[in-house]
């Protein structure tokens, strides 16, 4: 009988969209498309949305979830955080169908059984209208790391399913004109990089401070990328020229060795730890200037093959040595901005100002306003 929730990401591509999300429809696209050239991809499987709108249906939740987005005060979102905790509630209280998480367990074990040791996996939400050319919902929505079995496999799937109603979610979606119901969420179930033992990072094949489309900017520290995501740490940070691609000439045309203070690592009670990086490790650089060069010339290649400038998520193996590569989304920032401006912003910094924090930052705007705490 064929599988009618699930879909390997090798039986994807960026045709299936709506059915995956643009994160797993991507994954596919490189692994069928990209390999060819030497591209390494984790392995994984989909959800599909069509689970995801079986799973509302089953438990009665696309009423219930109406009634509660309709007492949100769209002008003041005074109660957002209570909406969208009720709203997450009603999903994480609810059950997967049986047909469901009958296919999630045969899919998963296969996974396990093609992999020649023993694997962990990430969970990760792709919505049906992200990753676009006009919108991104980076960040929106939870992935959970370093997942560890079937039943946490399946109880993640519920919280990804929970966090299309994460209070910045439903914002978004307000503010970029999205009906909270008509957005289906796929998840992927992709086989862990061990990175904890490495490093990660991300790429931009387009220079994200002034466009330059010859530069690629490459960025990472140890660990798992999420340090790197959430902006949490002062990265190692590598510029590559384009044009030395296919080329004798090394493209690694300029680094900077950040402090890279925290790491990510896999935890033993939990999903994944924070801790301090051994100091011997922060003066070193992550990657080699051959595995720069090897990763901008797959970011080339990505590129060309999407025909856009591209985000790309890395990773390096530490057990087999490895680089990969574990997403690529459309550049939805620079590639868009009008070049033909030039904004130059100062801080008129008073006498008595206390510096709270400090890092790297990504851009020259600057702006001020009240702060808030919002507390999940």
């Known amino acids: 009988m064929k599988n009618q929730f699930t879909i390997p990401f090798l039986k994807l591509s960026m045709r299936d969209v709506s059915q995956v999300g643009g994160k797993n429809a991507s994954l596919g696209e490189m692994l069928t498309q990209l390999t060819k050239y030497g591209i390494n991809v984790p392995q994984g499987f989909a959800l599909t949305a069509e689970a995801y709108r079986e799973f509302l249906k ?13 007492r949100l005060n769209n002008q003041t979102l005074g109660n957002l955080s209570e909406v969208a905790s009720e709203c997450r509630n009603l999903i994480l209280t609810s059950s997967l169908p049986v047909e469901i998480e009958n296919e999630i367990r045969d899919a998963y074990e296969k996974l396990k059984n093609e992999s020649q040791y023993e694997i962990s996996v990430a969970v990760r939400s792709s919505a049906t209208i992200e990753d676009s050319p006009t919108a991104s919902f980076a960040g929106q929505h ?11 496999v399946l109880e993640s799937v519920k919280k990804c399913y929970a966090s299309a109603f994460n209070d910045r979610a ?7 004109g ?6 289906a969420l796929s998840v992927g179930i992709q086989q862990m990089v061990r990175s904890d033992k490495a490093s990660a990072g991300v790429a931009f094949t387009i220079e994200p401070e002034n466009g330059n489309k010859n530069l690629i900017y490459i960025t990472g520290a140890w660990g798992l990328g999420e340090s790197v995501v959430q902006g949490a740490v002062n990265t190692d940070e590598f510029y590559f020229f384009k044009p030395t691609v296919n080329s004798n000439k090394k493209g690694l045309i300029y680094r900077q060795l950040g402090n890279k203070q925290q790491m990510v690592v896999y935890g033993e009670d939990q999903n994944v730890v924070w801790q301090e990086t051994p100091m011997a490790m922060r003066d070193q650089y992550i990657l080699t200037d051959d595995e720069i060069c090897l990763l901008g010339n797959w970011c080339c290649t990505i590129e060309k093959h999407y025909q856009q400038p591209m985000d790309i998520e890395w990773a390096k193996d530490g057990k087999d040595g490895k680089l990969y590569i574990l997403q690529a989304r459309p550049e939805t920032v620079t590639s868009k901005r009008n070049l033909n401006f030039l904004e130059i912003y100062h801080i008129q910094k008073p006498k008595k100002v206390k510096t709270l924090c400090q890092g790297l930052s990504l851009g020259h705007k600057i702006g001020h306003r ?5 507390r999940h």
């Open 58 to 70: 089953a438990n009665d939740l696309t009423l219930n979830l109406q009634k509660q987005l309709s």
């Open 142 to 152: 939870n992935s959970f790391l370093n997942v560890k079995n079937i039943d946490q």
């Open 170 to 176: 439903i914002k978004y979606r307000i503010d970029n």
């Open 178 to 183: 999205f009906d909270h119901l008509q957005m």
């Open 370 to 374: 009240l702060g808030r705490v919002i």
